[in-house]
């Protein structure tokens, strides 16, 4: 309403940001698909490739994965 956007990051390995926005199959399809903040991290991307707007204007959020649960390990 006061024309700012918001920039929502889900680091949950269930997928619980995410799946507040889009239905199962719409977050498991960002989760196999390397869309989701788990991919950009690992392989030091700039986050801006992977912001995935969400239906609400000004709303947006970077998708988390299943993945999640070995990033300490990769990193």
């Known amino acids: 309403?006061?024309?700012k956007r918001v920039l929502l990051i889900d680091g949950d390995m269930q997928l619980n940001l995410t799946l507040s926005f889009f239905n199962e199959?719409?977050?498991l399809e960002f989760s196999?698909?390397?869309k989701n903040i788990y991919t950009a991290v690992r392989d030091e991307r700039d986050l801006s490739d992977y912001v995935?707007?969400?239906e609400y204007e000004g709303l947006d959020i970077i998708p988390s994965t299943s993945n999640m649960s070995a990033i300490e390990f990769d990193l």
């Open 1 to 3: 309403m006061m024309g």
């Open 52 to 54: 995935v707007p969400t």
């Open 25 to 27: 199959e719409r977050a």
């Open 32 to 34: 196999q698909s390397g």
